[in-house]
């Protein structure tokens, strides 16, 4: 990466997270007051780090669900009757403030439901929830024991042990056809932390094992300058291959980097799942080139009608939302849309609480997704709504499928008690 954009993207980050922490003081109503919902409203609770290590990658994008919840409100005229109060504060990524903020929304706000970007913040509330039968809206899941019975939680991405799997099956495809021969080399590189080591769930490293990959592993701290050291490891181990877990920051270090140990050429980079290479492109541009991706959705350039949806929201509401790959807007509303429905048609709209959102959950089958994703459904024994998933790649401007969709083997629910896991594609 040449100096001058090194530079930027440090002074992009710096300002984010100097602006970020007035922002967050600014998330519902009067602190001085603790307003009830309004017969004819919704109350969604959300907490994300809009400061601390995660900030570049969850920062830029919270407009969009600010905007999203505005249209919803403004131009569909809210869901089955009801307007949709979003309620959010700043964890700063850190589980001891997720608590204490999760506490403030809830004595103040009293939310039915709750939207979680990294749901193994709520840990610490994990008993609270399931006192109150309160569901948890996820889209990725990195903590099995929150999604134990009774599961409040409910994500909509595959997680990132589920996706590993994916990952696998597309390399030995990917060896096969380049005409190479023995076993290939798996390096990874990731955060020590629950979202960092959630491809690791289930035995995944030992299931490559079984398939004919070596897996080769690698961490580095959150906020890291430097990965030349990691890299090098996995370099001198003779890695063919390298899933990396990495939010914005890292992925642009890791691009500068692989590249300065003569690595990039030699070796298919692999990052785990994201929705904001739209920042990576806009802070490194044509440099990232040949990264590949793993998605459980269409790319933008796939064209389906979530995309139009989408940019139809992204234009009404200019300034208000993030470009992002994964067409999660729409997808979201119909979520929405789908649960609330059915809890209205359980209990009727006077007695709509978390418990009816909750049980409507898990009737939810088949979603509508506008075809971003080949399959939406939850249930009783089923907390993660997809079992598929595409290998994508950049472009200089861009992100393009390389693959059709791939199986994903449950190595998630693998991982927690009293639910059985997938079968495996095999």
């Not at 504060?89 to 403030?97: F, H, I, K, P, Q």
């Not at 024991?145 to 799997?165: E, H, I, K, Y």
């Not at 249930?379 to 861009?398: C, E, V």
Request: with cysteine; proline share 4%; charged share 25%.
């Amino acid at each position: 990466m040449k100096g001058g954009k090194r530079i930027m993207l440090f002074c992009f980050l710096a300002l984010l997270l100097a602006a970020l922490p007035t922002l967050a003081a600014c998330g519902g109503d009067d602190e001085d007051k603790t307003p009830k919902p309004a017969e004819d409203e919704i109350v969604i609770g959300m907490m994300l780090g809009l400061s601390g290590a995660a900030a570049s990658s969850q920062g830029p994008g919270f407009n969009q669900f600010l905007g999203t919840f505005r249209y919803i409100n403004e131009v569909l005229g809210g869901i089955e009757g009801f307007k949709l109060r979003l309620v959010w504060a700043d964890n700063r990524y850190d589980m001891a403030t997720a608590v204490m903020v999760f506490k403030q929304l809830k004595d103040r706000h009293h939310p039915v439901m709750w939207y979680a970007w990294d749901e193994f913040l709520y840990a610490g509330v994990k008993d609270i929830l399931e006192r109150d039968k309160t569901p948890v809206f996820t889209w990725g899941a990195n903590d099995p024991q929150l999604f134990d019975a009774p599961g409040m939680f409910f994500a909509l991405v595959g997680s990132d042990a589920n996706m590993f799997t994916g990952a696998v099956r597309w390399i030995l495809q990917d060896w096969e056809a380049s005409g190479k021969t023995g076993r290939p080399k798996l390096g990874t590189l990731h955060w020590d932390n629950p979202w960092g080591n959630g491809h690791k769930m289930g035995g995944s490293y030992q299931w490559a094992e079984e398939r004919g990959v070596d897996v080769v592993e690698r961490t580095f701290p959150m906020g890291a300058l430097d990965l030349r050291p990691p890299l090098l490891a996995l370099k001198d181990a003779g890695v063919d291959y390298v899933w990396v877990n990495a939010v914005t920051s890292d992925a642009v270090l890791l691009i500068r980097d692989a590249r300065a140990v003569d690595m990039w050429d030699d070796v298919k980079f692999i990052r785990g799942y994201s929705g904001e290479p739209y920042d990576v492109l806009e802070i490194v541009g044509e440099e990232a080139e040949g990264l590949y991706e793993v998605t459980d959705m269409e790319p933008r350039t796939s064209g389906v009608e979530a995309v139009q949806v989408q940019d139809t929201i992204y234009t009404w509401a200019e300034g208000e939302t993030h470009m992002a790959d994964f067409i999660t807007t729409p997808v979201l509303i119909e979520i929405l849309k789908a649960v609330i429905h059915q809890a209205v048609v359980d209990v009727g709209r006077e007695n709509i609480n978390g418990e009816a959102l909750y049980n409507a959950f898990q009737k939810l089958e088949n979603v509508n997704s506008l075809g971003a994703f080949k399959e939406v459904s939850w249930g009783p024994d089923r907390r993660i709504a997809n079992r598929f998933m595409k290998i994508k790649q950049y472009t200089k401007t861009d992100l393009v499928a390389v693959t059709d969709w791939i199986p994903m083997d449950d190595h998630f629910g693998k991982a927690f008690r009293g639910v059985e896991g997938w079968p495996s594609a095999d």
